[in-house]
Each structure stands twice: as structure tokens, then as C-alpha cells.
């Protein structure tokens, strides 16, 4: 969590949100959607960022708005704010 809300140091931010991102497992899009609902604009911005790069990367990524489904169902309702979030985001490089 601290790494993607990283105060000093946007980069670490969009690095780390690209890399679980990609990793792309539940416990993964719940830790960015949890740090989402708690970051300012500029944070979820470099985390928009990094999602959206570990999305439009080469490699094939697991489905991350598959996953947002399930975050989606956490009991947790920061966790499903953010969830819906990452989703809007997941919406937007498909197009």
C-alpha cells in the first residue's frame, strides 16, 4: 500500500499499480482498488497510468476487469468503490 501511495515518488506508484496489475490474482486488484479509494488525483491518476500500461503491454495480462467482478463483492465498500474504478479504467482501453 505504501508503495502505490507514494507521496514522493509518482513513479513508484505507476510501477507498482502496473505490476500487480498484471499479476492480475484478486489479492492484487483488491490491494490497487483499496490504495484507489484512498488516493488523491494525482496517485490514481499514475495508477490509472500504470493499470492501463500493464493492459495495453505485450505480454498479455490476466482479465483485470474479470477480476474487478470479483473484487467488486469484497465487504470491504472501499474496496468496491475502487474496484469500480479500476473497471471504468479496464472499460476505457478496449475501446
Not at 19 to 40: E, F, N, Q, S, Y
Not at 53 to 81: F, M, T
Request: hydrophobic share 45%; proline share 3%; glycine share 8%.
Amino acid at each position: 500500500m505504501g508503495l502505490l501511495l507514494d507521496v514522493e515518488d509518482t513513479a513508484v506508484t505507476r510501477q507498482t499499480a502496473e505490476a500487480l496489475a498484471r499479476v492480475g490474482t484478486v489479492a492484487a486488484v483488491r490491494l490497487i482498488a483499496l490504495a484507489v479509494a484512498r488516493a488523491d488525483d494525482s496517485q490514481a491518476d499514475w495508477m490509472q497510468t500504470g493499470v492501463r500500461d500493464a493492459l495495453a503491454g505485450p505480454d498479455g495480462v490476466p482479465d483485470v476487469a474479470a477480476v474487478c467482478g470479483q473484487v467488486a463483492q469484497d465487504p470491504e465498500e472501499a474496496v468496491r468503490r475502487g474496484a469500480g474504478e479500476i473497471s471504468a479504467w479496464t472499460d476505457d482501453t478496449r475501446r
